[in-house]
């Protein structure tokens, strides 16, 4: 083909040979060919699947090519108007192992139809008055690329000899067992036509404003276009007019990675206007594990719970006995452990216990302070002696983590009361004691989560 661009003009009485002729065709066929090759991207345009099935009725199944339809490089138009044998091509192909091959077709012409009788020129071999245009099929190994590393010229020149100027299209691949037949067939890699185009207009415009929520069809507006399988969307996206986004203005500041900046070049979707979902909306809530997938439901309530504190109360008795010794205030303390198994990742370092006194059983310990004709319970050390300290009752707690991998916290409770006495002074060892058999001690813990 050539890169002028000519076509015919005519006039009356004007002698045409069979250059006119040819020129007048090649003009319509460079234009088809450059509109399908600049329009269109090259690729598959329909069919032209491996499959397995009945090729001929009552024929055993065999793998072929389905009917369909393809554009190459140069804007060659491709058909294959019906089912076409694999397995001829393998021979055709000098197939002569077993393995994985890649299957390709390609554009092909060849000359046919010879003059009539008695219209041939003299002296001249091979006349023919027809191209006739069909398809090849090769079958290469799985690592092959037939192509040049670049496309042709979208507007430069689309050659029509395939002879010279050969283009394959990858159609899939076939598995060859060691009987040298093909045992199947996948559509793997495949390259389809692509549009080359800013906008995309529906030929039906509507007149009035689209309700989104009537009840007249919602889904099938006046206007719209309709895409029928998966849609991949490498830019970004903008339904309805676009707006400002100012990033200084963003609370809490996004997180700029990958890349360093916000907001990523790729995959931003902005909507001025509302959304309508049925169905779920996914989206990642701990950064920490960045594999887990959270409803968005799911993902505020994850999030709620690990902003919000953790809080555990409740109320325990300490029991009180005697004791070999005091401690050095002269009182006596008695213990309790209560496991605390939190929900949320916590900051050690925010951890809070608080405890109180919510109850108190005395004992007797003796003496004639007991009110007549009641049993005694307790008797509390009243004689004043201004060397001893006051009677009192405290109450502590602490929080530690176990150590046995189970994420569960300790918390020890302590309740101290003294001045402690030996009741018995006379007896020995000593058995220091206290007018209480038991304290129940009420706390309040507060586990702060980690941010």
């Given at each position: 083909?050539?890169?002028?661009?000519?076509?015919?003009?005519?006039?009356?009485?004007?002698?045409?040979?069979?250059f006119d002729?040819?020129?007048e065709q090649?003009?319509?066929l460079?234009?088809?060919?450059?509109?399908s090759?600049?329009?269109?991207?090259w690729?598959?345009?329909?069919?032209?699947?491996?499959?397995?099935?009945?090729?001929?009725?009552?024929?055993?199944?065999?793998?072929?090519?389905?009917?369909?339809?393809?554009?190459?490089?140069?804007?060659?138009?491709?058909?294959?108007?019906?089912?076409?044998?694999?397995?001829?091509?393998?021979?055709?192909?000098?197939?002569?192992?077993?393995?994985?091959?890649?299957?390709?077709?390609?554009?092909?012409?060849?000359?046919?139809?010879?003059?009539?009788?008695?219209?041939?020129?003299?002296?001249?071999?091979?006349?023919?008055?027809?191209?006739?245009?069909?398809?090849?099929?090769?079958?290469?190994?799985?690592?092959?690329?037939?192509?040049?590393?670049e496309d042709?010229?979208?507007?430069?020149?689309?050659?029509?000899?395939?002879?010279?100027?050969?283009?394959?299209?990858?159609l899939g691949?076939?598995?060859?067992?060691?009987?040298?037949?093909?045992?199947?067939?996948?559509d793997?890699?495949?390259?389809?036509?692509?549009?080359?185009?800013?906008?995309?207009?529906?030929?039906?415009?509507?007149?009035?404003?689209?309700?989104?929520?009537?009840?007249?069809?919602?889904?099938?507006?006046?206007?719209?276009?309709?895409?029928?399988?998966?849609?991949?969307?490498?830019?970004?996206?903008?339904?309805?007019?676009?707006?400002?986004?100012?990033p200084?203005?963003?609370?809490?500041?996004?997180?700029?990675?990958?890349?360093?900046?916000?907001?990523?070049p790729?995959?931003?979707?902005?909507?001025?206007?509302?959304?309508?979902l049925q169905?779920?909306?996914?989206?990642?809530?701990?950064?920490?594990?960045?594999?887990?997938?959270?409803?968005?439901?799911q993902?505020?309530?994850?999030?709620?719970?690990?902003l919000?504190?953790?809080?555990?109360?409740g109320?325990?008795?300490?029991?009180?006995?005697?004791?070999?010794?005091q401690?050095?205030?002269?009182?006596?303390?008695?213990?309790?452990?209560?496991?605390?198994?939190?929900?949320?990742?916590?900051?050690?370092?925010?951890?809070?216990?608080t405890?109180?006194?919510?109850?108190i059983?005395?004992?007797?310990?003796?003496?004639?302070?007991?009110?007549?004709?009641?049993?005694?319970?307790?008797?509390i050390?009243?004689?004043?002696?201004?060397?001893?300290?006051?009677?009192?009752?405290?109450?502590?707690?602490?929080?530690?983590?176990?150590?046995?991998?189970?994420?569960?916290?300790?918390?020890?409770?302590?309740c101290?009361?003294?001045?402690?006495?030996?009741?018995?002074?006379q007896?020995k060892?000593?058995?220091?004691?206290?007018?209480?058999?038991?304290?129940?001690?009420?706390?309040?813990?507060?586990?702060?989560?980690?941010?």
């Amino acid at each position: 083909m050539s890169t002028e661009i000519e076509r015919l003009l005519y006039s009356e009485r004007q002698y045409l040979g069979s250059f006119d002729f040819t020129a007048e065709q090649t003009y319509h066929l460079e234009m088809r060919r450059r509109l399908s090759r600049v329009l269109h991207l090259w690729g598959i345009v329909k069919g032209l699947e491996l499959l397995q099935g009945e090729v001929a009725q009552g024929a055993p199944q065999q793998f072929y090519v389905s009917e369909g339809m393809a554009i190459d490089a140069y804007g060659r138009e491709i058909i294959v108007p019906a089912k076409h044998l694999l397995s001829d091509e393998l021979s055709t192909n000098r197939i002569t192992g077993a393995g994985t091959y890649a299957v390709w077709i390609g554009y092909t012409r060849e000359p046919t139809t010879p003059p009539e009788s008695g219209y041939q020129r003299c002296g001249v071999q091979n006349q023919f008055t027809r191209w006739r245009e069909s398809f090849e099929i090769m079958i290469t190994s799985i690592s092959t690329n037939p192509n040049p590393a670049e496309d042709p010229d979208q507007l430069g020149d689309l050659p029509d000899d395939p002879v010279k100027y050969p283009w394959w299209i990858h159609l899939g691949t076939i598995s060859v067992d060691g009987t040298l037949a093909i045992s199947s067939a996948t559509d793997v890699h495949r390259t389809y036509i692509g549009l080359c185009a800013q906008r995309i207009v529906a030929p039906r415009h509507a007149e009035t404003d689209y309700n989104i929520l009537a009840a007249n069809k919602p889904r099938d507006p006046l206007t719209s276009i309709a895409i029928r399988d998966n849609l991949f969307l490498k830019q970004n996206l903008i339904a309805g007019n676009d707006f400002a986004v100012d990033p200084q203005k963003i609370e809490p500041p996004p997180i700029a990675s990958p890349p360093t900046t916000f907001p990523n070049p790729t995959g931003n979707i902005k909507i001025a206007g509302d959304i309508f979902l049925q169905g779920n909306l996914y989206t990642h809530c701990d950064l920490a594990h960045p594999d887990l997938w959270l409803n968005l439901d799911q993902c505020i309530r994850a999030r709620i719970k690990n902003l919000v504190p953790e809080v555990f109360v409740g109320t325990v008795p300490v029991k009180f006995a005697a004791l070999p010794s005091q401690d050095s205030s002269g009182a006596i303390s008695a213990k309790k452990n209560v496991t605390i198994t939190p929900q949320i990742v916590v900051d050690d370092s925010l951890n809070q216990i608080t405890t109180s006194i919510a109850g108190i059983i005395g004992k007797t310990l003796g003496g004639s302070t007991a009110v007549a004709g009641r049993t005694p319970r307790a008797q509390i050390f009243a004689e004043p002696d201004e060397g001893k300290p006051p009677f009192e009752i405290l109450t502590s707690g602490s929080l530690s983590l176990n150590n046995d991998g189970t994420g569960t916290y300790n918390a020890l409770l302590t309740c101290t009361i003294g001045p402690a006495r030996d009741p018995n002074p006379q007896d020995k060892p000593a058995s220091f004691d206290v007018p209480v058999d038991t304290v129940f001690i009420s706390y309040v813990i507060v586990l702060s989560p980690k941010q």
